[in-house]
């Protein structure tokens, strides 16, 4: 059964067996995986999630490149930036508050 195939690969006929099914399951549910792809993405970028590079090469697989690299390129620069937002927005006033000696060390230089 297929079913025994979705598991971590520890060999090359593992992997060519996720192939499969991964093709498989995009070419029957082909807007959804992409959405929880995208989802993923963002999310695994935004929260500085170890991890992305290998979605990078997953999204290339199953999307192909005409379709994964935009999305991959769009995914990457959507989550920085949110990575960016919460870390300077969330961040910067505890930063200030409990190291405000290093912070005007810093802005004197």
Partial sequence: ERRDWLKFPRSAEDVQH???LLNAYVSEHYYNVLFC???TYV???AFAIPG???LSVLGG???KFWVGFPVVL???TVGSTICYCLSYYLMHPIVEKYLQKRVLQLQAK
């Fill in 52 to 54: 992305s590079v290998m």
């Fill in 74 to 76: 769009m995914c990457a």
């Fill in 43 to 45: 999310a695994m970028q």
């Fill in 61 to 63: 697989a199953l999307f």
């Fill in 18 to 20: 996720l192939s499969i």
């Fill in 37 to 39: 792809f995208i989802a």
